[in-house]
């Protein structure tokens, strides 16, 4: 095909007209009309239907301008990767980690990376399913076990444990457990044994689920785990990393953790040298330190 036709029929495409695409491209309206012509008759097919309002993409047309979106986001990215090689840190950057994870340890972190670096795009994916990193379905990946995927750069940040956390105004409301047994007096806030989360925390709601709760609010991530324990509705089952961010909660039954849990940084190789991505792994380390640092002081009080 050719490649300036397909350029021209995707800025009119995404413009809708022939004259906003024509503005865009710096071309001339006719211009622009004699090169969607030429693609239609190359491909035998009509891409648009023409009406007073503008151009509507037909099936046809919606096909292929699925492939020139496609295209064109390949070409920025390989674009942006080009520029990598420059010491400035900008452009997109696709991070993917657990929805829990990312939302209550990474975004409210966030600030002081976009501090640094003002002109980083990154496009957070949360989900708990695990992307294809060499299928360049995302640049990194946070995770709370070591990737399997070969070709990667992978580092261990910290271990984490899921431990039972309530608000003192819960506690003081409605007493608060000294002993496993208590637990089922109380209504108990974790993540359904049905959906997708680490399997030492999944061991732990199971071994609490055993004790026939009293009552229970079930959550398919840990940020609505949370928000049920700051809105005092019950014991939730937490991340130890929650109490940085959230002084006030109190830990209950200390000797009730799941086992540790790895969390790890990981990246193609081929993105060794890319400078957006080495920034955003310094950033994480540097928070994982202050972190620990903070550990250890309280441990010392």
């Not at 491909?43 to 239907?49: A, E, G, M």
């Not at 299928?135 to 070709?151: L, Y």
């Not at 925390?201 to 609505?224: E, I, P």
Request: aromatic share 6%; net charge negative; with cysteine.
């Amino acid at each position: 095909m050719d490649w300036d036709k397909l350029r021209i029929f995707h800025a009119v495409a995404d413009a809708g007209s022939l004259t906003h695409a024509g503005d865009r491209l710096n071309l001339s309206q006719s211009a622009v009309s004699r090169q969607i012509r030429g693609l239609e008759e190359m491909l035998n097919t009509t891409l648009f239907h023409r009406h007073a309002r503008g151009l509507i993409l037909t099936e046809q047309g919606e096909l292929l301008f699925d492939a020139t979106s496609a295209m064109n986001r390949r070409l920025d990215t390989a674009s942006a990767r080009i520029r990598d090689s420059e010491e400035e840190v900008f452009g997109e950057l696709r991070v993917t980690t657990t929805t829990g994870f990312g939302t209550l340890w990474l975004v409210p972190r966030l600030p002081k990376l976009y501090e640094q670096y003002p002109d980083l795009k990154i496009d957070l994916m949360l989900e708990e399913r695990v992307l294809d990193l060499p299928m360049r379905e995302a640049d990194v990946a946070i995770r709370m076990k070591e990737p399997s995927q070969a070709d990667l750069i992978r580092k261990k940040l910290m271990m984490i444990r899921m431990c039972l956390f309530a608000t003192p105004d819960y506690l003081s409301e409605n007493g608060t457990p000294r002993k496993i047994e208590h637990i089922i007096d109380h209504r108990l806030i974790c993540q359904n044994t049905h959906s997708d989360q680490v399997g030492a925390g999944r061991n732990l709601v199971q071994h609490l689920m055993a004790y026939d709760m009293r009552s229970s609010l079930t959550v398919n991530n840990y940020f609505g785990v949370l928000q049920g324990v700051l809105n005092h509705l019950g014991i939730g089952v937490l991340p130890d990393y929650v109490t940085e961010d959230f002084p006030d909660l109190v830990q209950l039954l200390p000797d009730l953790e799941s086992a540790d849990v790895p969390v790890f940084l990981a990246y193609p190789e081929e993105l060794r040298h890319s400078q957006r991505v080495s920034a955003f792994k310094d950033f994480v380390q540097e928070e994982i330190i202050s972190y620990r640092k903070q550990l250890r002081q309280k441990d010392i009080a």
